[in-house]
């Protein structure tokens, strides 16, 4: 029996062994369901550069890297479950790639010392470190993306929008009323008049919300959708002939699987983007040569440069080049999840270290800081090219409008840790 | 009048074109529980593999193609042919007979004069099935589905009705494709009906569906009727697959439009074909109305969700069975 009892443990013990020399990352992705098309290219492009990194330089700081998949379907209830299920097993940081799942992993990050980067998505007010120590939003979040829109519109118009009806066509959904806050403020600022519409989940039918744009003649719609009530809007918009230039959706609704149904008439529609699109990179060459031409790929190898698939691949880089700086400061290459967030906290990205990782002009430098999590909050717009089915840069990557939005961030950041009993971090 | 009327009546035929849509989707519900007794739970999910499989074989889609590159290392997505709309239809309700075969021979064969819910529960089991089979066979990503329906607000309704209203109104605004679906609707509900009325076959659907082991005792194969009419509820689900596909592209989400003919159902009754689409037309109409004289200018909008089920409910307080649906009085 006791032979029996040391066999087990010695198992066990080399069982573990393993996976302590090995650096987590809790995928929390949705290869099916209704929002499948987008989670996936999200999903590959994570887990393609993590395998990059382990085959090209063999792992981060020589400790190899470790994607943990956990199907969520897009339910809330699936990502918490997977977030109980797998934080033990040495998560270092959650992408959970959903605002339901974001909200309801705040409280719980926290409480379990786990950082969790929601890019460009998520509670907005994350921004401010001092409130949200363990949850980071770098580089940019929706009210950002709001503003962004808004300033394209100002650029376009000569910088006077006064007068000018905007429609937002929003899910209905914590994730699609997040900009309206935002929007209301600057309508306050700018003069223009702001008109809400809201789809209910999924957005399968929405002849009433098209119908209304087709009365009320606004000069531009905001879109604030995911999933199929992206295609069903785009597609909408062409059947009441609204020019496609006018219509600018948030970056969750600028994807190649939003624009490709409509067919050409869905030119000239555009996205706001916080970093760049296509495949025009050396990353890219490395992915094929590391990752694609070794079937080691997370799916089928066709999803490489798409607007999903570079932003999953952008949120692996900032989780690696967290990671390092995690390294480099607690002086071990096996890091814990408290090792992490201090190195999320101090990580810095410069055009120069882009340019090194392949990825020159991808995204923005920037630092983060104890008080500020969400980084630079600049942005870009994209517009669809029917003909060469490709999304193309249409402006410089500028900043949002931080005027206005600040003050909203330290609002409802403040009004949080009330609710919360949270003591804000003296970040001086 | 008023441009604001003539919005009204613009709002109301749009109803009624949205009514026609929920009502395809609706059709595939009451033929197989007429049939049958079966709610069938996999009604969206069939919709969506049926337009899946009409992409897949139009465009020369490699089946399996994933599947088949990770097992063995190649990589092949397309045979390199693509089919008339019209040849990947036929082909493609060839598809839906085989899988009202199998599904016969699978699951509904095993569960003969079983309670109905443990039929529910196979289909539901059916549903989950089919969403993964699918996605295996023809990958999960967007499809653009073109089998030459044309959409867009119809330039000719608009140029026409544009005098009514003043300046301030633009014409009346009805998608080409709403109009095609609804005369679709029209012959595929006309069919139907004379096909369940007046054919040897028709009768025998309804006499499986009031009681499986008295169709069975006057010489009716039980398993052919049961092919015939999944065969059937296939072919509708394809046209409904169509016709909404043809709008979003062919999704996952497309297996939600069920959830659209659950409240047409209820006030329709899940036994007529003909309660169906006036069901579907009294949701549509009412949901749109609802949303444009309440809904959006009182309560934020996104009212038509709820809303169709309140209506339902409303209708089944006075009337349990629907609309349309057969009273069953059971003694005890």
């Known amino acids: 029996m006791k032979l029996k009892l040391a066999t087990l443990a010695l198992s066990a013990l080399m069982a573990a062994a393993p996976a302590m ?222 020019p496609m230039e006018n219509f600018i959706g948030i970056w969750w609704s600028g994807s190649e699987n939003d624009v490709l149904p409509a067919g050409d008439a869905a030119n000239g529609y555009k996205a706001v983007t916080f970093h760049n699109v296509g495949n025009d990179f050396p990353v890219f060459d490395d992915i094929q040569k590391y990752v694609v031409d070794t079937g080691k790929a997370a799916g089928a190898g066709d999803q490489i440069g798409t607007v999903l698939y570079n932003r999953g691949l952008y949120a692996a880089m900032l989780a690696a080049e967290a990671t390092r700086k995690a390294q480099e400061l607690s002086g071990n290459a096996q890091i814990t999840a408290a090792d992490m967030r201090n190195g999320m906290e101090a990580l810095e990205i410069t055009e120069e270290r882009m340019t090194e990782l392949g990825m020159p002009g991808f995204g923005p430098s920037f630092k983060v800081s104890c008080a500020n999590h969400g980084g630079p909050g600049t942005g870009a717009i994209q517009q669809w090219d029917a003909a060469a089915k490709e999304w193309k840069l249409i402006s410089d990557f500028g900043p949002s409008d931080m005027e206005v939005i600040q003050p909203l961030i330290d609002e409802d950041s403040m009004a949080y840790a009330k609710e919360n009993n949270i003591t804000p971090r003296d970040c001086n | 009048m008023s441009a604001e009327f003539y919005y009204g009546v613009e709002v109301f035929l749009n109803g009624l074109m949205a009514g026609v849509m929920y009502s395809l989707v609706a059709l595939g519900f009451v033929l197989i529980f007429k049939a049958s007794g079966i709610f069938n739970y996999a009604q969206g999910v069939m919709a969506l593999f049926a337009a899946m499989t009409l992409v897949g074989l139009q465009t020369g889609q490699v089946p399996f193609s994933h599947l088949i590159n990770a097992t063995f290392g190649v990589h092949i997505t397309h045979f390199g042919w693509e089919l008339p709309a019209l040849v990947a239809i036929f082909l493609t309700v060839l598809v839906m007979i085989l899988f009202a075969f199998l599904v016969e021979r699978l699951v509904l064969k095993h569960l003969v004069n079983q309670e109905p819910i443990i039929l529910f529960m196979a289909t539901i089991g059916l549903a989950y099935f089919m969403e993964g089979f699918g996605d295996l066979m023809w990958g999960s990503d967007i499809k653009k589905l073109d089998v030459g329906i044309p959409q867009g607000g119809n330039v000719w309704v608009e140029n026409h009705t544009a005098f009514l209203g003043g300046d301030d109104f633009y014409g009346f605004y009805l998608d080409t494709l709403d109009i095609i679906a609804a005369l679709v609707a029209i012959v595929l509900v006309t069919v139907l009906v004379l096909f369940s009325q007046y054919t040897k076959t028709g009768r025998a659907l309804r006499a499986v569906a009031d009681d499986h082991q008295a169709a069975l005792s006057v010489g009716i194969s039980l398993r052919t009727i049961w092919v015939i009419v999944w065969s059937i509820a296939g072919f509708v689900a394809l046209v409904a697959g169509i016709m909404w596909g043809s709008k979003s592209g062919v999704q996952f989400s497309l297996s939600l439009i069920a959830l659209k003919a659950l409240p047409v159902l209820m006030l329709g009754g899940f036994t007529s074909i003909p309660g169906a689409i006036v069901g579907g037309l009294i949701i549509g109409v009412g949901e749109k109305m609802f949303d444009f004289l309440i809904g959006s200018p009182y309560l934020g909008g996104a009212t038509e969700n709820w809303f169709a089920y309140v209506l339902a409910l409303l209708f089944l307080v006075f009337r349990p069975q629907g609309l349309f649906g057969e009273k069953i009085i059971e003694r005890v």
């Open chain 1, 21 to 242: 020399a090995e650096l987590v990352y809790p995928s929390l992705s949705y290869r099916t369901g209704p929002y499948a098309a987008g989670g996936i290219p999200f999903a590959d492009g994570y887990a393609d550069y993590f395998t990059l990194l382990n085959e090209r330089d063999g792992g981060i700081g020589g400790v190899k890297a470790k994607v943990l998949e956990c199907e969520t379907g897009y339910s809330t209830e699936k990502g918490v479950e997977c977030y109980e299920s797998t934080k033990g097993e040495g998560a270092l940081v959650y992408q959970p790639l959903s605002t339901g799942i974001t909200y309801q992993l705040i409280p719980k990050v926290t409480a379990d010392g786990i950082p969790m980067h929601t890019m460009g998505y998520g509670r907005t007010s994350a921004a401010n470190g001092k409130v949200f120590s363990n949850v980071f939003n770098y580089p940019a979040n929706y009210w950002n993306g709001a503003s962004l829109a808004i300033n394209h519109l100002l650029d376009i118009n000569g910088g006077d929008i006064k007068g000018k009806k905007v429609a937002l066509v929003y899910h209905n959904s914590a994730y699609g009323k997040e900009p309206i806050r935002t929007l209301e403020e600057l309508a306050k600022k700018h003069g223009f008049e702001l008109s809400l519409l809201a789809v209910d989940h999924p957005g399968q039918e929405q002849k009433s919300q098209w119908l209304q744009i087709r009365r009320e003649k606004p000069d531009y719609v905001l879109m604030w959708g995911w999933g199929v009530m992206n295609q069903v809007a785009i597609q909408e918009a062409v059947n009441i002939r609204f």
